[in-house]
């Protein structure tokens, strides 16, 4: 008995039961990891949109009603500043906390005796943090329009901006998790780092109004980029400026997949 089937559609000869194709079981792989990233935050989705839009929206307000300068660039700066707030305290503090946490308790080690892909189990991570960070984003942006009065531009550019712009914030908060050698230091870098990048970068302040020494260091950080990323897609639409912060932030996002990929480890010590 034959083992092969003629395909009327493509006119070949194949063999019954063949096994699909590398890059299907890939895909399949990484939907597999996805849906087991998102029944973790299925249901505490309501806490977790509170918790990342309680700061910035009290932040929001609070510039709102005391700051002293009320210009359109400034009220831009302040919506767009908290929006990336917003993405820092999910995509940089929680993500980063939520993995260490995980990994010292062995979660992981049953992904490692699997035949899993360390990259796909990453960008299931990636794709984890970017449904957390998408909501308290999209509620800051909405609310900020409606308390100062403005209407943004929009434009199709908005959607590959808001999403690597959260996907390079997400790699911070994944290398944090996966690379600190315990949970508590873990917390503590996450912590001290999104206070250093929303209050010492150019997010919600000019660059100009930094010292010398920060207006150098804060384009080290992604967050820097984001930030005028946002002010320039909301007020001008899609800009060479706004492209290039795009190839900078990818080129973060690859280097965060590739030192993870190469540096991650299933388990901690101790």
Known sequence: ???????????NTKAVGASPAPWLLKLREIWILF???????????????????MFPFTTL???????????PEVMVRIITGNMVFALTIMGVNVLGQVI????????????????????????????????????????????GQWIYGLTF?????????????????????????FLSPSPQLASLLA?????????????????EMLPAVLQKTAY???????AEAFRIIVTDGWTMDVARNMLILTGFIGICLYLLARKMDWRIDG
């Open 220 to 226: 080290l950080f992604p967050t820097t980029y984001v």
């Open 100 to 143: 260490a946490e995980q990994k010292k308790q062995g979660h992981f080690l049953y992904y490692a005796a699997l035949p899993v892909s360390k990259l796909n189990f990453v960008f299931a991570l990636f794709v984890r943090g970017l449904l957390t960070c998408i909501p308290s984003v999209v509620i800051l942006a909405v609310l």
């Open 61 to 71: 307000l609070f510039l709102k009603y005391f700051s002293p300068v009320q210009t």
């Open 153 to 177: 531009v929009y434009s199709i550019g908005m959607i590959p901006v808001f999403l690597i712009s959260l996907l390079a914030c997400v790699g911070m908060g994944t290398m944090i998790g």
């Open 35 to 53: 849906r087991i990233q998102f029944a973790e935050v299925r249901d505490e989705w309501v806490w977790i949109v509170l918790m990342a839009s």
């Open 191 to 207: 912590q001290s780092l999104m206070m250093v990048i929303n209050f010492l970068t150019p997010v919600l302040v000019t660059v």
């Open 1 to 11: 008995m034959s083992n092969k089937e003629y395909s009327f559609a493509t006119g």
